[in-house]
């Protein structure tokens, strides 16, 4: 179980989020808001990579703050962090292949390789693929351990038709199991399909917890609701 207690993380530039209290327990929340809203924070919050000025992050029990504070148990694909440019891919496979340990994590990535058409055995540089392939790549790492919750930041991002299509289907598999899935996307249509509840961030703060699940809000009119859409004249 994922909890915020009154966290509040905000920096010089007027960005992060405050006044945050929201329980997620083995369901899929989707984040949406602009850039700068708060997004990032809220991930990095409870990923332990930033501390709360105030209030408390915890996960199982567990607050970030603590020593044994563990996120070995969630897999997590970024939006914006690189993996190494200058390790091949199989260098970097056969790393984060030691650190997982795991023969469930050995068989899953092949498996996951395969749905995805990517060579885990490519001497490639990273720095030389394209962003699809890189994508492709953190979404087989991030999915293929034996996680309990995992982040997807922007994860279609970069994709080509065909992988959005198998990813989806990946995603459709992935709710079915007992997992806490953090869903943070620009693309209200993905947030619908693969979320149970949408969390709207404006202004560094939760304004709205939309349940998709039973279809008593609509996300994308909520969201329009809490933000202007100024139209387009003639040009």
Do not use: W
């Not at 007992?178 to 993905?190: G, M, N, P, Q, R």
């Not at 917890?209 to 933000?227: A, P």
């Amino acid at each position: 179980m994922i909890e915020f207690k009154n966290v509040d993380k905000m920096f010089a530039s007027n960005k992060g989020l405050k006044d945050v209290n929201i329980i997620i327990n083995k369901e899929q929340i989707g984040l949406v808001g602009p850039n700068g809203a708060g997004k990032t924070t809220f991930i990095e919050l409870l990923l332990g990579f930033h501390l709360p000025k105030k209030g408390e992050v915890i996960i199982n029990g567990v607050k970030s703050t603590d020593k044994n504070f563990d996120i070995s148990k969630v897999g997590y694909i970024s939006a914006n962090l690189d993996i190494p440019k200058k390790l091949s891919v199989v260098e970097y496979v056969g790393y984060i292949k030691e650190l997982e340990n795991s023969e469930k994590f050995n068989t899953n990535i092949e498996m996951f390789a395969k749905v995805l058409a990517f060579d885990l055995n490519d001497s490639s540089l990273i720095g030389s693929l394209s962003s699809g392939m890189v994508q492709k790549l953190k979404i087989i790492l991030a999915i293929s351990g034996d996680k309990d919750i995992l982040i997807f930041d922007e994860p279609t991002r970069g994709l080509d038709p065909i992988a959005v299509e198998l990813f989806e289907k990946i995603m459709e598999k992935l709710k079915e199991k007992d997992l806490t899935i953090i869903y943070c996307s620009h693309i209200l249509e993905e947030v619908e399909k693969f979320c149970d509840r949408g969390l709207i961030i404006k202004n560094n703060t939760i304004v709205k917890d939309v349940n998709i699940k039973e279809h008593k809000s609509n996300l994308r009119e909520s969201f329009k609701s809490f933000y202007e859409f100024t139209e387009i004249g003639d040009f």
